[in-house]
């Protein structure tokens, strides 16, 4: 048995914070530490989608995993870099669709 928990971190465009949440529950409910990118309501600045998109790479560091969340196969700007950077990285990246966890 480990030491602790695995940790992993969610990864995709924020149109799907739905289907992010809903494998996060899936998730901890299995025993995993699930870190999600920050959830913002309303406009933010150049600068402060650049400090968030450097925070969820720190996410990526601590991570023992990247699963990235997709529908369909939308992958946005950010989503391939954090996917480029977790498997630079040696990070397992899994992709699963909305319908993950759901029974």
């Known amino acids: ?39 913002i309501d309303g406009p933010i600045t150049t600068e402060q989608k650049a400090a968030l998109g450097e925070l969820h790479l720190r996410r990526i560091d601590l991570a023992d995993r990247v699963v990235v969340v997709n529908q369909g196969e939308h992958y946005g700007e950010s989503t391939l870099r954090e996917i480029a950077y977790a498997e630079a990285a040696g990070k397992p990246v899994t992709f699963v669709g909305p319908a993950w966890g759901s029974s």
């Open 1 to 39: 048995m480990p030491d602790r928990p695995e940790i992993v971190c969610i990864c995709g465009s924020m149109r799907f914070v739905e289907e992010m949440r809903a494998v996060s529950r899936g998730l901890a409910l299995d025993g995993v530490i699930v870190l999600m990118p920050a959830e």
